[in-house]
């Protein structure tokens, strides 16, 4: 409670949430006190450690409008991102993770909702460097993602080239929106949803076969 107002200390870079709140300003304001960044500490990082549910309600600190940080307003609905609304099950081998609902497999540890059970996609992930994992795991988040919201498999790797400065490797892709094996009707829904984009941005038969064959 001491922290939630009035406490501006830019080299603060953990948060402990509480108190639970039902207001999502509030929570972005909560929130907003570690996401800033020290150019005097040189502190670019915080952790959130929410003990009382309010990143289940208010969706993930990533994902909050930072136009609401600086000006501690209600975030504009539009631009509002879904709030996660599951859990990756433990109780079926799952890990816990919180998720968003549109997630089928779990970027944690694979679980996939469809086939109910963990699949090992790739030894890959097991072989990279612990900083690569990690964009290895944003990769196919993005790409679960993009399938999601109906954007392009590249509007991916844009977005990821954005946060680290280069493409990812496109075997990262590999199998990303539907896991192993694919659900029933996942390449006919994904070959459509890849036809649509290709109408709309100009793309080739080249282009969708190319995706195609990173997903399955
Ligand atoms: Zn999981």
Not at 134 to 142: A, G, I, S, V, W
Not at 175 to 195: C, E, I, R
Request: some cysteine; hydrophobic content about 35%.
């Amino acid at each position: 409670m001491a922290l939630t107002e009035g406490f501006d200390v830019g080299a603060v870079e953990v948060a402990v949430l509480w108190r639970k709140t039902l207001s999502k300003a509030l929570y972005t304001q909560m929130v907003g006190r570690v996401l800033r960044l020290s150019p005097e500490t040189g502190k670019t990082d915080c952790m959130v450690i929410d003990l009382v549910g309010n990143v289940e309600k208010h969706g993930f600190i990533e994902d909050i409008d930072h136009d609401s940080i600086q000006l501690f307003r209600e975030p504009r609905r539009k631009r509002d991102a879904p709030s996660p609304s599951k859990n990756c099950p433990v109780s079926e081998g799952g890990c816990g993770a919180i998720l968003y609902g549109f997630q089928m497999v779990c970027p944690h540890c694979q679980y996939n909702f469809e086939v109910n059970r963990i699949v090992k996609i790739l030894n890959l992930k097991h072989k990279l460097r612990p900083s690569d994992a990690e964009r290895f795991q944003k990769y196919r988040d993005l790409l679960q993602r993009a399938y999601h919201f109906k954007r392009a498999p590249t509007w991916a790797a844009m977005q990821f080239k954005e946060q680290y400065g280069h493409f990812p490797p496109m075997a990262w892709g590999r199998h990303a929106v539907f896991g192993t094996p694919p659900p029933d009707n996942a390449q006919q829904n994904y070959s459509l949803h890849l036809q649509a984009i290709a109408n709309r941005l100009n793309k080739d038969d080249q282009w969708i076969e190319r995706y195609l064959t990173m997903e399955f």
